[in-house]
């Protein structure tokens, strides 16, 4: 079993199930995988808008795991947002690769090019091109 982290975009993408994403997080599912977000994702995909049947929907598939930020998270956070450039606006993408990094989960996000520079850092990103 391996552990995915959904970002936001694919929390949101759970709603279609002819998106791509959706169907990547279901292969996935099939494969073993077990899907969670971390508080940041879920923060952002929350404060909507957002129906209640899609919010039921994302808490049956990460089986209501949702992880919270630890002083760990924040300090790697810290010395990734340093690292890549001190980014204006990358606070979140910073925090929500820290989890990911920090579980040994794989991120599975739409905006690949806003995460790929935490790669050399130890960040696993689903290709979606291969589902």
């Given at each position: ?9 694919a ?24 899907a969670s977000?971390?508080?940041v994702?879920?923060h ?33 956070a ?6 890549t ?7 979140a ?21 806003d995460?790929?520079l ?14």
């Amino acid at each position: 079993m391996y552990q995915l982290l959904l970002d936001t975009n694919a929390l949101i993408a759970l709603s279609d199930p002819h998106h791509k994403m959706f169907q990547a997080i279901e292969a996935s599912l099939r494969r073993g995988a077990r899907a969670s977000t971390c508080s940041v994702a879920w923060h952002e995909y929350v404060r909507g808008p957002l129906l209640d049947k899609d919010r039921a929907r994302a808490l049956r598939v990460i089986e209501s795991r949702i992880i919270a930020l630890e002083r760990r998270n924040a300090e790697m956070a810290a010395e990734l947002y340093n690292a890549t450039g001190r980014r204006r606006g990358s606070t979140a993408d910073c925090l929500i690769a820290s989890v990911a990094i920090n579980t040994k989960a794989e991120l599975m996000t739409l905006k690949i090019s806003d995460f790929e520079l935490f790669v050399p850092y130890g960040l696993l990103l689903t290709d979606l091109s291969a589902a």
